[in-house]
């Protein structure tokens, strides 16, 4: 489903009465899989949010 090709129709229509699926569809799916994966993975860790940030303490081999 191309939204560019339904909203440029709808656009020279004048009729944006489905336009809020296009703008709540992602908004719901990025909700949906932050969930998945909150439930699949477990709450953050420090250790993994100090990976992501890049400032992995070297010295310490509990975290590698």
Request: glycine share 20%; net charge neutral; no cysteine.
């Given at each position: 489903m191309n939204p560019a090709?339904?909203?440029g129709p709808e656009l020279v229509?004048?009729?944006l009465t489905h336009y809020w699926?296009?703008?709540?569809?992602?908004?719901v799916?990025?909700?949906?899989?932050?969930?998945f994966e909150w439930i699949l993975r477990?709450?953050?860790t420090r250790?993994?949010?100090?990976?992501?940030q890049?400032?992995?303490?070297?010295d310490d081999s509990a975290a590698l």
């Open positions: 090709r339904s909203f229509a004048g009729d699926i296009y703008l709540l569809g992602p908004v799916g990025a909700t949906v899989a932050v969930g477990g709450k953050a250790a993994g949010r100090d990976t992501a890049g400032i992995l303490d070297q």
